[in-house]
């Protein structure tokens, strides 16, 4: 075939090529959120994990799941509210070679039910106990839990009710008490969604696009977040302020530094109130480092999983007075949650707007 009748194909081809990128980049300009939703599952995919579902308390809980063969001790991920399994894209392939990885989307985030309407926490919580029960039958072993933000909340929930069940916690910017943030979780505005995340980030992380910001603000009450806030009286019953001490697995924190939505006195707070805890710090990162530091925060993770976990306080039992004592300990690798406005929830330390913000820094 000559040149000439090839010509017409070649040309084709090229507009079809830059059809698709016009689309794609068009898809990632006007919605950005979803995009990046779109590209972290897919590179949970591509890294061997398996999609997943159980019934649960207001429909179908979808999670992702991967382990090696021969079986492995269970390590499960919670992302934290407005994000999807996702979240834990740059983190959970790390750990399939050792721990069977399993990855929620949290009920009414993600692909799980209920994706419209007011979204009860109960929902959450008992969506999550219903995963457990699917992919821990008969509770053979127990499972390492680590919570990011609104994860870390439901990860004390159930550890707390299910201490046979839960080898130690993780929880990373997050937990089961009330913080004292005036940040708005649902901005209206650009200036107000600029604000909400320079508060989640390190200052030396890169600026969010305005149209990611604008994103933001589109989805605020839509969204998962917005829906909790529609049923701000299920959350209370699962505040644990003055209960911390129920909570008798060990509890490593996680934080960054330079987290200003729940701070390091948040941290501290609440490491104070657990029976046993310690808090590894992360310079130059924020509320969500499995987002903004994956790199670091994978290898921190790492460094604290392959430590004994913590233990008791001179306080507690002398069955765990054998174990070392509960302890601060330095960043392995490097390095409040806000009062309720009058349409927003008060929650503890696990409700963060920009959990799902694309973009960070290794």
Known sequence: MSKRRWLPWIVALVVI????????????????????????????????????????????????????????????????????????????????????????????????????????????????????????????GKAILVGNSMGAWVASIYAQRHPDRVARLVLVDGGPIRGESDLSLMPENREQAEKLMAALRAPSSPAVPGFVLDDIVQHARSGPIGRLAQAPASMEKYLLDDRLDEIKVPVDLIWGKDDQLLSPAYAERLAAGLPRARITWMDDCGHVPENECPERFTETLAAVLAQPAPAATEDEPAAMEDEPAAREVAPAATGDEPAATQDEPAAPGAMASGDAVPGGKA
Do not use: N
Request: zero cysteines; hydrophobic letters at 45%; aromatic letters at 12%.
């Open 17 to 140: 090529v830059l059809g698709i990128g016009g689309a794609v980049i068009g898809w990632i300009w006007a919605e950005p959120l979803a995009f990046h939703t779109w590209q972290t599952r897919q590179a949970l995919f591509k890294d061997g994990f398996v999609e997943g579902a159980v019934a649960g308390y207001q429909g179908t809980v979808v999670y992702l799941h991967a382990e090696p063969e021969g079986g492995a001790p269970t390590l499960v991920f919670l992302h934290g509210a407005g994000d999807q399994a996702g979240a834990w894209s740059q983190v959970a392939p790390a750990f399939t070679d050792r721990y069977r990885v399993v990855i929620p989307d949290l009920a009414g985030h993600g692909d799980s039910a209920p994706l419209t309407g007011p979204l009860p926490f109960d929902a959450v919580v008992e969506g999550f106990e219903a995963l457990m029960a699917k992919t821990q039958p008969d509770y053979q």
